[in-house]
């Protein structure tokens, strides 16, 4: 049954309703171009081959950390159509008081809890991959949503990076190659 919002149907949310998305833990993250629209570049004999959006997708990856000190990133892999990563977020007692310290000092414009999540994270690397684009005139449109599946244990750890490594080498068979 899907509810509505100031009577508008809405989409029930696909994150996992008693996980407190702004904890540690690790995360798997699915990101997709809209309407899969190849727009990073192409995979030649199981190797991305990245467009210019592609590799500006792979910087900004890896500035994450720079943007949100408590993140520490695990295997990655920017693909045709969409981005397959694994974001851990280490927040220390220190670096948590210090943040919001820091952002109790910002005046009205408060940032809380809401910027130091899962969603903070995914929201600013969409942001910078599109500000890339428009910057040079490329069109580009991420997908809506993301997919994230929390990581409960090493052996997923370890099966998801494997999966994320293997993704280029696989491409021909997966289900986002359309």
């Known amino acids: ?10 989409i ?3 994150r996992w309703a008693t ?3 702004s904890s540690n833990g690790a995360y798997f993250v699915t990101i997709c171009v809209a309407d899969r629209a190849h727009a990073f570049g192409r ?3 199981g190797k991305m081959v990245f467009s210019p959006l592609g590799q500006s997708a792979e910087n900004c990856w890896n500035e ?3 943007h949100f000190p408590f993140v520490e990133l695990g295997a990655h ?8 990563g694994v974001v851990a977020i280490a927040k220390t007692a220190d670096a948590d008081v210090e943040t919001q310290n820091f952002a109790s000092l910002q005046g009205p414009n408060r940032f809380g809890p809401q910027s ?5 994270i995914i929201r600013g690397y969409k942001i910078g991959v599109t500000k890339f684009a428009r910057a040079n005139n490329i069109p580009f449109a991420w997908q809506a949503r993301y997919h994230d599946h929390v990581i409960r244990n090493d052996g997923e750890w370890e099966r998801i990076t494997k999966y994320i490594i293997a993704n280029p080498m696989n491409w021909k068979n997966d289900e986002f190659n359309k």
Request: proline share 9%.
């Open 77 to 84: 892999q920017i693909m045709p159509n969409h981005v397959h």
């Open 116 to 120: 130091q999540n899962l969603a903070s």
């Open 1 to 10: 049954m899907t509810d509505k919002f100031q009577n508008k149907y809405r």
């Open 19 to 21: 996980w407190d998305y």
């Open 43 to 45: 995979v030649v004999d």
């Open 64 to 66: 994450i950390p720079a």
């Open 12 to 14: 029930p949310s696909a």
